[in-house]
C-alpha cells in the first residue's frame, strides 16, 4: 500500500509563513524525486517545485522562487515546503507527488503517486 500525506496547510495572512509536510509509506522515498503542485479553484493544477532522490537538486517554479524551499527528511520518510513570504495568490490545495523516472519534472504526468493534499489560504 503507496500512500502519500500531507499536512501542515492553513490560514495565513499575506507575508506570513507555513511549512507542508509530505509522509510516504509503502515506498523507499528515496528513490523517488518529489514535487509539489498546487491548484486553486477554477484553475488547473501548477507545478511548484521538484527536490531529487538525493535531496541535493531543487527548481521552482518563477512565481515562488526565492520564498519557497524544500528539504528532505529520509529517516522519517518525509518530504517539507517551506513557504515564506506568502502572498494571496498561493492559496491553493497544495499536493506533494513521487516518481521514479520524473525528466519533466513540471508536468503532473511525470508523477506516479499523489497526496490527497491539504487547503492553504493566505489573506490580505
Known amino acids: 500500500q503507496v500512500q502519500l500525506v500531507e499536512s501542515g496547510g492553513g490560514l495565513v495572512q499575506a507575508g506570513g509563513s507555513l511549512r507542508l509536510s509530505c509522509a510516504a509509506s509503502g515506498l523507499r522515498f528515496k528513490d523517488y524525486a518529489v514535487g509539489w503542485f498546487r491548484q486553486a479553484p477554477g484553475k488547473e493544477r501548477e507545478w511548484v517545485g521538484v527536490v531529487s532522490w538525493s535531496g541535493s537538486t531543487t527548481y521552482f517554479a518563477d512565481s515562488v522562487k526565492g520564498r519557497f524551499t524544500i528539504s528532505r527528511a529520509y529517516a522519517d520518510n518525509t518530504v517539507f515546503l517551506q513557504m515564506n513570504n506568502l502572498k494571496v495568490d498561493d492559496t491553493g490545495v497544495y499536493y506533494c507527488?513521487?516518481?521514479?523516472?520524473?525528466?519533466?519534472?513540471?508536468?503532473?504526468?511525470?508523477?506516479?503517486?499523489w497526496g490527497p493534499g491539504t487547503q492553504v489560504t493566505v489573506s490580505s
Open positions: 507527488a513521487a516518481g521514479t523516472q520524473v525528466l519533466t519534472y513540471f508536468s503532473s504526468s511525470e508523477y506516479d503517486y
